[in-house]
C-alpha cells in the first residue's frame, strides 16, 4: 500500500519520503511531512505513533488501515472504529480516514477497467478532509466527502467487505467501489 501510494503521488507532483520499521526513519519523515501517511497493519499503529513522537503534532495523519484482527476479521465497528480510536492517541494530530477502500493495484490511477473509482474521505476537520479529497483528484478519484470521522466504521466495514470480495470471493483486485451521484 505504501509503495502504490508513493508512486501515485509521486506522479501528482509531490515529494514523498516512504520509511519502513526503523524507528529513527519514522520519527524524521513524521516530522517532515505535511500529509503522514500510516500505512501500517492496524495492529501495528501504537507502534508507529509512538515511534514518530510528538513531530506529528498538528499534521494531517491519514489512515488507510483495515482495522482486522490477526485473523482478518473487522477488529471493531458499530460503536467505534479505527480511526476514532487513532484520533483519540494521535498526538495532536488530526486523523483523516481515507484510500482504505481502494487496493493497492488501482492506488495509482483510481481507476479500474477505465471507471473511475470513488474514494471516501472522513475527518472531524474541514481544511484536512480538502487537502486529501484535493489529493484525491489529483490522483484521479472521483473523491467524495464521506462526513465526519465517525464514518470511518462504515469505511472500514466496506473496506473489509472489498476484501471478502477479492479474497473470499475470488474476484481479485480488479474491482472497487464507484458512487453514482
Ligand atoms: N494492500 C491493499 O490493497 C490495501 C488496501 C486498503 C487498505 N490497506 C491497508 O493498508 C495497510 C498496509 O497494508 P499492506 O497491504 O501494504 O501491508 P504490507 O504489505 O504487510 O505492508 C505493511 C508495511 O508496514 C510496515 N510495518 C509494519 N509494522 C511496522 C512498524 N511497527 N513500524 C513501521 N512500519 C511497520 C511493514 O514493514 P516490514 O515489511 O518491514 O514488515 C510493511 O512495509 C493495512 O492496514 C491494510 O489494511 C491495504
Redesign the pocket.
Same mark, same amino acid.
Given at each position: 500500500? !505504501?509503495?502504490?501510494l508513493k508512486r501515485g503521488i509521486e506522479r501528482a507532483g509531490y515529494e514523498v519520503r516512504a520509511? !519502513?520499521?526503523?524507528?529513527a526513519a519514522?520519527r524524521e519523515a513524521a516530522q517532515w511531512g505535511d500529509l503522514v501517511f500510516l500505512?501500517?497493519?492496524?495492529g501495528?499503529l501504537d507502534? @508507529?505513533l509512538r515511534?514518530a513522537g510528538d513531530g506529528i503534532k498538528g499534521k494531517v495523519l491519514i489512515d @488507510?488501515?483495515?482495522a482486522?484482527t490477526p485473523d482478518y476479521q473487522l477488529a471493531l465497528g458499530f460503536t467505534t472504529s479505527g480511526a476514532e480510536e487513532l484520533q483519540k492517541k494521535a498526538r495532536g494530530a488530526t486523523v483523516v480516514k481515507a484510500?482504505?477502500? @481502494?487496493?493497492? *493495484?488501482n492506488?495509482g490511477t483510481g481507476e479500474v477497467k477505465g471507471q473511475k473509482l470513488s474514494l471516501f474521505v472522513a475527518s472531524d476537520d474541514r481544511g484536512a478532509k480538502e487537502k486529501v479529497l484535493g489529493l484525491g483528484r489529483e490522483l484521479g478519484f472521483d473523491a467524495v466527502d464521506a462526513g465526519p470521522l465517525q464514518s470511518a466504521r462504515s469505511l472500514e466495514s466496506l !473496506?473489509f467487505f *472489498?476484501i471478502q470480495l477479492g479474497y473470499g470471493l475470488k474476484m481479485g483486485?480488479d474491482i472497487g467501489f464507484t458512487l453514482v451521484h
Open positions: 500500500m !505504501g509503495s502504490a520509511v !519502513g520499521k526503523n524507528p519514522v500505512a501500517v497493519p492496524f501495528a507502534d @508507529v515511534e @488507510v488501515t483495515n482486522l484510500f482504505n477502500t @481502494v487496493f493497492a *493495484q492506488m !473496506g *472489498q483486485t
